[in-house]
């Protein structure tokens, strides 16, 4: 009996990582296209803003349903407080964070806004297990700091005026929204359902503020490819893709665990830079690189938690 018991457990442990590792994944690969959105953004300062992220989200919208119907998905209608929920998540997360990053980069250096996203953590880390009836997980308050200080090292702290530090705040907060205002409507409609429904909600907000600030068709008219370009990559890849993978990583370990994942986004960021021309990262590039995956490695370690 006892051996059995010897043999068995170090295999009942290594399924265990594996299953952890399987559902934080998707949240990895979901913020590092996340984090290389800052960089293409920077295409669209001179873009028709609403009207050029309504075309995003209706694009993504579109390719969530047909992506649903093919792997037999079911998406059900949201009902009661739900549409409120989902509206907010569209609202915050979608809307006031496109314009905050967008406009920031024009007042701050992309730097500034990513750092501030890498600091929800903080706020996910408290926040979130509250909204899902749980007690903050002191694991996960320890490494939120850790994950944010090096976040800071790998982008610096950057040029920036105080309405770039308005811009960054307002993305912080967006960002944080993004997350804890699904954790009460990923149980019944899953990453699929949430993704979707944000998204199309998203789209009509954002048609409706481009036809009330000025006329939409002749902005998109004067477009040049590349910022359909940077449309057409964000509506693939940092919408439709990166949102259904992090809300399933949200949903299997919680948002406190899920938000540490978002200290990856400046390290795309990072990333992004040096592929386009950005040069090789320095000292404090490396060093910070180290303290986020520090962070991770002590927030992630052990089994997680449903959040939803």
Same mark, same amino acid.
């Given at each position: 009996m006892s051996t059995s018991t010897s043999t068995s457990s170090p295999t009942a442990r290594s399924a265990k990582e594996s299953t952890a590792l399987r559902d934080l994944a998707p949240g990895v690969i979901g913020m590092a296209l996340v984090g290389s959105s800052v960089t293409v953004s920077r295409s669209l300062v001179d873009a028709p803003?609403?009207?050029?992220?309504?075309?995003?989200?209706?694009?993504?919208?579109?390719?969530? @349903?047909? /992506?649903?119907?093919?792997?037999?998905?079911? $998406?059900?209608?949201?009902? %009661? !407080?739900?549409?409120?929920? &989902? #509206?907010?998540?569209?609202?915050?997360?979608?809307?006031?964070?496109n314009v905050a990053v967008v406009r920031g980069v024009a007042h701050a250096e992309p730097a500034v806004i990513a750092v501030a996203v890498a600091s929800v953590p903080v706020l996910l880390g408290v926040v979130g297990p509250l909204l899902e009836g749980r007690r903050p997980s002191r694991r996960v308050l320890l490494a939120a700091p850790v994950v944010v200080a090096g976040a800071v090292l790998v982008e610096g702290t950057g040029r920036t005026d105080a309405a770039g530090v308005g811009w960054a705040a307002l993305a912080l907060a967006c960002e944080a929204g993004f997350t804890l205002l699904?954790?009460?409507?990923?149980?019944?409609?899953?990453?699929?359902?949430?993704?979707?429904?944000? @998204?199309? /909600?998203?789209?009509?907000?954002?048609?409706? $503020?481009?036809?009330?600030? %000025? !006329?939409?068709?002749?902005? &998109? #008219?004067?477009?040049?490819?590349?910022?359909?370009?940077?449309?057409?990559?964000?509506?693939?890849?940092?919408?439709?893709?990166?949102?259904?993978?992090?809300?399933?990583?949200?949903?299997?370990?919680?948002?406190g665990r899920a938000g540490l994942l978002t200290g990856v986004a400046p390290l795309a960021a990072a990333g992004g830079g040096i592929v386009t021309g950005g040069g090789a990262p320095g000292p404090a590039v490396w060093l910070g690189l180290a303290v986020v995956l520090a962070g991770l490695a002590l927030g992630l370690r052990g089994g997680g938690t449903p959040g939803a």
């Open positions: 803003l609403f009207a050029s992220q309504a075309v995003r989200y209706a694009a993504a919208a579109l390719i969530l @349903v047909l /992506l649903a119907r093919a792997a037999r998905v079911p $998406l059900v209608r949201p009902r %009661g !407080r739900e549409w409120l929920w &989902l #509206a907010g998540i569209a609202a915050t997360g979608l809307v006031l964070f699904a954790v009460p409507v990923l149980g019944r409609h899953g990453a699929w359902g949430v993704s979707v429904h944000a @998204v199309w /909600l998203g789209a009509v907000m954002l048609a409706g $503020l481009a036809v009330v600030t %000025g !006329r939409p068709s002749a902005g &998109l #008219a004067a477009m040049t490819a590349r910022q359909w370009g940077a449309v057409g990559y964000l509506a693939v890849l940092v919408t439709a893709v990166a949102f259904l993978l992090w809300y399933r990583t949200v949903a299997a370990v919680g948002s």
